[in-house]
């Protein structure tokens, strides 16, 4: 039958005893003493008499002495921490090696695995992120808004973090270690789950990401440190290049009789210069898909791409075609799959958590409605500029200061001329480089007959008049073409192509609040 024991320990003025029976864990000790002093267990360090410090490993083998003495209790900000171990210290055990020979039948040690320790410090994260918001003034709201809708909103974020940092920092200064915030992300996501990006290698990266120093948890720090010290610059180096997305080269493209010479490249290309047969065309194409490939990413060749390969501009579903030697057939068609059946409801309900506008109210009734549009862009199109709203332009930096609206992104989404008009007095029209967009032609924005892909001033034909199989096309362009995408819609091509079509999710560096939307959205 197990005894109860007892532990005197001590933090500065104050001495307490910690009482226990059975076995008693160095975390479960540290445990005990932040509630019996009301202090933070980050970091904290323990000394015997002899003030040497006390770590997991020793603590048990002191246990087993009858006397233990005081165990004195430090934090390493304390101003008198050097003083009050300043005398010196005698760190031999051989003193009492006898004694826990006799008394080693009154404690079991427990060995426990690497997973139940990851467990462990991750329920004691949680305590310690719940504790803090308890105690902070609008805590309980965070608490209760997640208990009630398993997410939060933009604001109810924004707060926590606040009310986090806020007590980061006064435990830990305004410049707290990288373990320090990894903790505080990693309690905030066991403790709320749906809050954690299930894309990403831990899942709360969006609140701190060691790698680069990125996260809402690190915006606040350096806001709160620009403050604290006004000139102060904190830069971060970041340890791995994140090179997915468009841009990317990919070298693994197997062809099913794909040609291997250049002689043989340079007579399927002449010849689809010339032949009206599109299934020769096609066929021919994806023989030689390796080459138009190897021209997009080499910076003198990817101007001359639709002058080798013009047949792009007239014969629709070439980079439908394209895209599926990518990255499979499978992959060809998750956007329209998931769009509709799963993802187009979830945006319009993450929706009402923004700031109404006329212009996101208009597009909200137009993406939910079942009949016809009559004013603005049929439901579709409407559900996807929705998903800008949700994703905004972020700031372009100090060169290019302010950022655009979500209404003026959508603009660099897909533009409408009506029917009649000149497709190539549009592309005359075009003053600076654009990314590519989607080109509407139609009597009205609900009633469209024609979409173009327009890139480079050339005007490509999509495949299909459906407004979501058009902007999937342009979506695909983007790889097929290796073309970045436009600066104020890269959250939401992020977005997409992480969170639906799955592509490069481990080398695609993602804005926080893409990561966030990901999580909610996947739970």
């Known amino acids: 039958m197990n005894r109860m024991q007892a532990v005197r320990v001590k933090y500065r003025d104050r001495q307490k005893y910690i009482c226990y029976e059975g076995q008693l864990t160095f975390k479960s000790f540290l445990d005990c003493v932040a509630k019996k002093f009301d202090l933070p267990t980050l970091d904290l360090k323990v000394y015997d008499e002899s003030k040497t410090e006390v770590d997991e490993e020793v603590f048990e083998f002191l246990l087993k002495k009858q006397d233990i003495g005081v165990l004195e209790i430090c934090l390493p900000q304390d101003p008198n921490l050097e003083d009050s171990l300043s005398s010196p210290s005698c760190s031999s055990f051989a003193s009492f090696s006898g004694d826990n020979e006799r008394d080693s039948d009154d404690t079991i040690i427990l060995q426990h695995s690497p997973a139940t320790r990851q467990r462990d410090e991750g329920s004691h994260l949680a305590q310690m992120i719940e504790d803090i918001l308890k105690n902070k003034p609008g805590g309980e709201r965070i608490m209760n808004e997640y208990a009630r809708t398993k997410s939060l909103t933009d604001a109810r974020r924004r707060d926590m973090v606040k009310i986090l940092v806020a007590h980061m920092t006064s435990e830990h200064g305004t410049s707290p270690s990288r373990r320090v915030k990894e903790d505080y992300a990693r309690g905030i996501t066991t403790l709320y789950p749906y809050l954690a990006d299930p894309?990403?290698?831990?899942?709360?990266?969006?609140?701190?990401?060691?790698?680069?120093?990125?996260?809402?948890?690190?915006?606040?720090?350096?806001?709160?440190?620009?403050?604290?010290?006004?000139?102060?610059?904190?830069?971060?180096?970041?340890?791995?290049?994140?090179?997915?997305?468009?841009?990317?080269?990919?070298?693994?493209?197997?062809?099913?009789?794909?040609?291997?010479?250049?002689?043989?490249?340079?007579?399927?290309?002449?010849?689809?210069?010339?032949?009206?047969?599109?299934?020769?065309?096609?066929?021919?194409?994806?023989?030689?898909?390796?080459?138009?490939?190897?021209?997009?990413?080499?910076?003198?060749?990817?101007?001359?791409?639709?002058?080798?390969?013009?047949?792009?501009?007239?014969?629709?579903?070439?980079?439908?075609?394209?895209?599926?030697?990518?990255?499979?057939?499978?992959?060809?068609?998750?956007?329209?799959?998931?769009w509709p059946t799963i993802y187009k409801q979830k945006v319009l309900e993450q929706s009402r958590g923004l700031t109404q506008t006329a212009d996101l109210q208009d597009l909200v009734q137009n993406a939910e409605c079942t009949t016809d549009v009559e004013n603005g862009w049929d439901s579709d199109m409407s559900s996807i500029l929705v998903l800008v709203h949700l994703l905004p332009p972020s700031p372009h930096g100090r060169k290019r200061p302010g950022k655009l609206s979500a209404r003026q992104a959508s603009g660099r989404l897909v533009k409408f001329i009506k029917t009649g008009t000149s497709i190539q007095g549009h592309l005359d029209g075009i003053v600076e480089s654009l990314q590519p967009y989607l080109l509407a032609v139609g009597t009205q924005k609900s009633l469209i007959h024609k979409y173009f892909i327009v890139i480079d001033k050339h005007a490509i034909p999509c495949k299909s008049p459906d407004t979501l199989a058009c902007f999937d096309e342009l979506f695909k362009a983007h790889f097929v073409f290796g073309t970045s995408y436009n600066q104020d819609l890269v959250n939401m091509y992020n977005f997409l192509q992480t969170t639906i079509l799955e592509i490069d999710v481990d080398t695609t560096k993602v804005n926080p609040r893409v990561a966030e939307l990901r999580a909610r959205m996947l739970h």
């Open 199 to 338: 894309r990403s290698k831990f899942g709360y990266e969006h609140y701190y990401n060691a790698e680069d120093g990125s996260g809402y948890l690190a915006w606040r720090l350096k806001f709160v440190q620009k403050e604290a010290s006004e000139g102060k610059k904190n830069t971060c180096s970041q340890s791995q290049t994140l090179t997915g997305g468009p841009k990317a080269e990919r070298h693994s493209f197997r062809v099913e009789n794909g040609l291997t010479t250049e002689s043989l490249c340079c007579e399927a290309i002449a010849l689809m210069k010339h032949t009206a047969d599109e299934a020769t065309v096609k066929e021919k194409m994806k023989q030689t898909f390796t080459y138009p490939q190897d021209m997009v990413h080499d910076p003198v060749k990817s101007s001359e791409l639709f002058t080798a390969f013009p047949r792009f501009l007239d014969i629709a579903g070439l980079i439908d075609q394209d895209f599926g030697l990518m990255f499979g057939d499978a992959a060809t068609t998750k956007f329209l799959e998931r």
